[in-house]
């Protein structure tokens, strides 16, 4: 791996990390103050360039700061939710934000994610006081509630294949299929007997979700027979925070943990796991590939450090 | 931001580290038409993931099938619970359903009321400062970690040991608790066991045969103790004397929590003293009622619906499961099946 570029930010600890869809090279980190336990947050914007890793720029919140995604349809906008329980809608064309701010939420709100799928213009979000909300980013109100996980909610994501279909994992140990057109629950996975704390769609499969859990174990779940996981890959020595799939290799995957540790997989490989990168001195909390280079990886962690790198099993073809 | 949404976000960050390393080995990919047994088999059997107890404490109850937690229930609280005892020994509270037992040598003499003819009390989810024990907090955050956040208040117990009279009947045989009870699964089931004074081997503390937990519930009836033994006492019929076992010197306040397989029994008291604990049996509400015809808790079944009849006045109504059902309490949660 060639040296990571390093944005050190005093006082904030990193939550989520997101490329930009459109622009190559920019960065965006959600961050929160005192762990994220109490205190305030921070989005940063981040720009590469020859000298490493710049602040482009960075808004502030009064509650810690838990995920961020971009807009899909706006290459300056950005939401970020919060612990106090709200989603904010920020532009990183104007010095001062947010330009809307979303109170629904009772808890914290530890999931954001804006549809890929291009059809619609919804971001789904997932919160500690156990509901799911779908909004439209143009009105105030969220559009639709979903209930029925029995325990907080950590992730949100929207399948990027199916317009209008997200998954949610959650601490009552299930992994949830939703689909907006029915407002019930289509699918549930119980998928570990601990926790699920992150889940991710496979960019070649619509069938195929990854969760990773308190467990230490990922396990890959085809939604058309769920009785069991068509893979399970371990490794983790603590909980996987995040888990996502590479946007370039089917069977590609990375995934980053409380064990300070970022390792990447390929799950039909005999022996899956192809790398751990080891460069963080805290929990690693964000983590996401890059859309432009196939190799591209950007990483956030409670160490007050984000890094952008390419590991050398993405570099060299396995 | 207030410092108890700070409390309850370090609470749910500490959940997340409440599991140990998983093994460093890489698993094959499976396919979907995988056994189960391809699964990384469980660690823990006995015990659920938790953020109460410690890696070793929850190691020492897989393997023993009991725990101890020092100085769990305040003496205020013992105290007024001896207050209490004192009071319905005494008539002067007379709780509905509640079952008060002497022991089999006084029950001979003649009849006094007094805690001194009292050798236990049960059932006593009628009398509110009793049933306090079973909603102490302290007490339900244990028990959540067998039990899970559902929990049931399936039987409770004051026993006062009487001292023994020469007949040594204050012992109470080697025993399973599930013996007693028709719930399953029996890993959803802890009794915890609180000490309202020093106890130790004079005035008959617990004896346990460790690790005996991961057998099967083995036939009961009525050991042929000479002098006779308390009603119910049922004791295990066939089981290895040079078995180990572990006496349990618990201080007032110190709560032990055990399966409900355990081999488990008490000993004589030689003291002049009488000897005092409060218990409950706690279950998961998921828990499932079963029929006990034709098993070894047949016995059992008998005795104890014939004592509700005489009770409570169903006469041929009642089955052993009703027995049970009628006397528990949803402590925490929500009930589901039981």
Not at chain 1, 155 to 172: E, L, R, V
Not at chain 2, 125 to 142: G, M, T
Not at chain 2, 208 to 215: A, C, D, I, S
């Amino acid at each position: 791996m060639s040296a990571a570029r390093t944005l050190r930010v005093p006082g904030r600890h990193g939550y989520a990390a997101e490329f930009s869809p459109y622009l190559p090279g920019r960065l965006a980190c959600a961050a929160a103050q005192h762990y994220g336990i109490a205190g305030c947050g921070t989005l940063l914007v981040l720009d590469q360039n020859e000298s490493g890793l710049q602040i482009f720029r960075s808004f502030d919140w009064n509650d810690g700061l838990f995920d961020v995604t971009w807009s899909e349809n706006n290459e300056h906008v950005l939401v970020t939710c919060s612990g106090d329980g709200s989603l904010q809608l920020w532009d990183t064309a104007k010095a001062t934000g947010p330009l809307q701010v979303y109170k629904e939420h009772t808890q914290e709100v530890y999931s954001v994610d804006w549809s890929q799928t291009r059809g619609e213009q919804l971001v789904v979000s997932g919160s500690w006081d156990q509901t799911v909300k779908v909004w439209d980013p143009t009105v105030g109100n969220s559009l639709c509630t979903f209930r029925g996980h029995e325990s907080v909610i950590y992730s949100t994501i929207w399948s990027p294949h199916i317009p209008g279909c997200f998954a949610s994992a959650s601490g009552d140990q299930t992994l949830r299929i939703w689909d907006v057109k029915t407002t019930g629950v289509r699918i549930v996975i119980p998928a570990h007997q601990t926790e699920i704390l992150s889940c991710d769609w496979c960019k070649y499969n619509e069938n195929l979700v990854v969760t990773g859990a308190v467990d230490c174990s990922l396990r890959g779940w085809d939604l058309r027979n769920v009785r069991q996981p068509v893979f399970e890959l371990l490794g983790h020595t603590y909980a996987i925070r995040r888990v996502k799939f590479s946007p370039f290799h089917a069977s590609v995957l990375a995934s980053c943990s409380y064990d300070f540790t970022v390792r990447f997989w390929n799950f039909s490989k005999p022996d899956p796991l192809l790398e751990t990168v080891e460069h963080h001195t805290e929990f690693t909390c964000g983590l996401d590939l890059s859309l432009q280079s196939p190799t591209q990886v950007a990483d956030c962690s409670w160490d007050e450090t984000i890094k952008i790198y390419d590991p050398v099993c993405l570099t060299v073809p396995g | 931001m207030n410092l108890t949404r700070a409390g309850a976000r370090l609470q749910v960050l500490l959940g997340h580290l409440g599991r140990p390393s998983a093994p460093t080995i890489v698993a094959q990919p499976v396919s979907g038409l995988a056994s189960p047994a391809s699964f990384q088999p469980e660690q823990f059997q006995y015990t659920l993931d938790n953020n109460v107890l410690t890696l070793e404490q929850r190691k020492f109850y897989e393997e023993n099938g009991f725990l101890v937690i020092k100085n769990l229930v305040s003496d205020d609280d013992i105290q007024r619970f001896r207050a209490e005892f004192e009071r319905i020994c005494r008539e002067e509270v007379k709780p509905p359903g509640i079952v008060i037992m002497r022991d089999v040598a006084l029950a001979k003499q003649d009849y006094m009321p007094s805690d001194r003819m009292v050798s236990k009390i049960q059932d006593f989810q009628e009398d509110e400062e009793l049933f306090r024990y079973c909603l102490l907090p302290e007490i339900l955050k244990y028990v959540e970690c067998f039990t899970g956040p559902n929990i049931m208040a399936l039987h409770g117990m004051l026993i006062n040991k009487p001292p023994d009279v020469g007949k040594k009947t204050s012992r109470h045989p080697l025993h399973q608790d599930l013996h007693y009870f028709p719930f399953r699964p029996s890993n959803l089931i802890v009794c915890a066991w609180t000490a309202m004074e020093h106890i130790d081997r004079n005035n008959g503390c617990l004896v346990v045969l460790p690790g005996t937990h991961k057998g099967t519930l083995k036939p009961h009836d009525y050991p042929k103790w000479e002098g006779g033994v308390n009603k119910m006492y049922h004791g295990i019929q066939d089981y290895d004397p040079n078995s180990p076992r572990v006496h349990l010197v618990m201080e007032k306040g110190d709560t032990v929590f055990f399966h409900p397989l355990l081999i488990h029994g008490s000993g004589r008291n030689k003291t002049q003293g009488f000897r005092k604990a409060i218990s409950c049996h706690f279950g998961s509400s998921d828990c499932q009622c079963i029929d006990v015809s034709g098993t070894s808790q047949e016995n059992i079944a008998r005795e104890v619906v014939e004592m509700a009849e005489k009770k409570y006045g169903f006469q041929g109504v009642m089955d052993f499961k009703d027995t049970w059902i009628f006397r528990s309490r949803l402590v925490k949660g929500e009930r589901i099946n039981i």
